[in-house]
């Protein structure tokens, strides 16, 4: 015969015992687990998704203090039925509490997935795969490269050739990015011959021997344009330069499943403004692509900015005039005055940005962008992404890559529905 019996009727009990040692230590025993109880929240998240083809790799992100867990979360478990899903929980702010919850799930077409998510106050010794890698660390005659996570400088401040690749790189299996850390603030590429993770290897400057291996490359030279897709200000009919008070630039989150990287002007005096901005760049596993959220810590005015792609030399270019537009071309990728070890690289650039930021799009000079604003707002969300022909997964013409942009457009535009049952 067995017995169920909750800490309900163990009290119960337990009060008509005399208070000797053995109820305190029961007492003890039972708030103990009471108190377990409460540090764990078991959720029922379903996602849908209502789109006519099937999603990869597709994001799902939850807002920790929206699910009000009553406690600092310091783990979590996610299970699709039987089979756990990998997750991880970033700390977005730096201010010791966990922010949001991120995972990645394939859905069918039109199909719903109901996954049961466990939040804890327990931290956690499980480690996932790795499918992203971000890195930051200064520059080192001794080659040792001292890793940091965040950096703050004046904003004239010259440290551009103080850091190891010039800013913050990180990347996918697929394609590698990194941030300048200068008045540019721009967004350079390196190219993948095969899928995996390298620059923990690399550094983004592969050696000869790595060369040799099959090692990717920077395969971008992009002076002062908008590179890999950028947002710059905008004056006189082209991209400006920012130049805040403070220029902060930091990784907030190094993976398992997405890599998140911050640049954070403060008191940017900018047509008759002053604006702290912070742009931040979001790479998933599984990705090419980049989320970049741009906020501001006030309501813009009508401030307008500019975001896009370098018109890479002699290449090939596609609009659909509504927010999305890229290249495919051929350039040497550290400029024409420095060739020595190098080879011409071609390259797939493309930003999609909402319709409702885009003001106009520019005509066609050293960038192929557009002019944007989100006036009454407090930020602006758009996408870049990237392919080199060197690739051996990837695409081998301008009519393939521009498949590949019109498609992107018709995913992004199509987001799973979330929907937590608390």
């Not at 400057?205 to 790595?210: A, I, M």
């Not at 930003?351 to 707002?377: R, S």
């Not at 995913?411 to 929907?419: D, F, G, S, T």
Request: charged share 25%; with cysteine.
């Amino acid at each position: 015969m067995s017995y169920i019996c909750s800490p309900y009727m163990i009290i119960y009990n337990l009060r008509n015992m005399k208070k000797t040692g053995i109820y305190a230590a029961s007492m003890l025993f039972i708030t103990a687990a009471m108190g377990l109880q409460a540090q764990e929240k078991v959720l029922t998240v379903e996602v849908s998704n209502t789109w006519k083809e099937a999603k990869n790799y597709e994001p799902v992100v939850l807002n920790l203090d929206e699910l009000n867990p009553g406690f600092k979360v310091k783990s979590a478990f996610i299970m699709d039925g039987a089979t756990e899903i990998p997750s991880q929980i970033d700390d977005l702010n730096g201010d010791g509490h966990a922010d949001e919850l991120a995972f990645l799930i394939d859905v069918e077409a039109k199909e719903k997935r109901t996954l049961t998510v466990t939040l804890s106050a327990k931290e956690s010794d499980k480690r996932y795969p790795p499918q992203v890698h971000a890195q930051m660390m200064l520059s080192d005659k001794k080659k040792k490269y001292p890793r940091i996570q965040s950096l703050t400088v004046p904003g004239e401040s010259d440290v551009y050739n103080c850091l190891h690749h010039h800013g913050p790189a990180f990347e996918s299996e697929l394609v590698g990015y990194r941030i300048y850390f200068d008045k540019r603030q721009t967004v350079d590429t390196y190219g993948k011959s095969r899928k995996g993770l390298e620059l923990a290897e690399t550094l983004f400057y592969p050696t000869d021997e790595h060369k040799a291996k099959g090692y990717g490359d920077d395969v971008l030279w992009v002076g002062s344009t908008c590179g890999g897709g950028t947002l710059k200000g905008w004056d006189n009919d082209k991209p400006a330069p920012i130049i805040p008070t403070l220029r902060t630039e930091c990784i907030r989150a190094y993976g398992p499943l997405r890599t998140v990287v911050d640049v954070i002007d403060t008191d940017w005096n900018y047509q008759g403004s002053t604006l702290t901005m912070t742009t931040r760049y979001i790479l998933y596993g599984g990705h090419r692509d980049v989320r970049v959220e741009v906020s501001f810590k006030e309501a813009l005015k009508d401030e307008t900015f500019c975001a896009g792609v370098i018109n890479v030399k002699d290449s090939e270019n596609y609009s659909d005039h509504k927010g999305l537009i890229g290249c495919w071309g051929s350039d040497w990728p550290a400029g024409a005055n420095d060739t020595i070890g190098r080879k011409i690289e071609t390259v797939g650039l493309a930003v999609c940005i909402p319709n409702q930021y885009v003001k106009e799009e520019q005509p066609v000079t050293d960038n192929l962008a557009y002019t944007v604003g989100a006036k009454g707002k407090k930020g602006l969300t758009y996408y870049l992404s990237f392919a080199s022909l060197r690739e051996s997964f990837g695409f081998k013409n301008a009519q393939e890559w521009f498949a590949y942009m019109k498609q992107w457009k018709k995913e992004l535009e199509h987001p799973c529905k979330v929907e937590v049952k608390k």
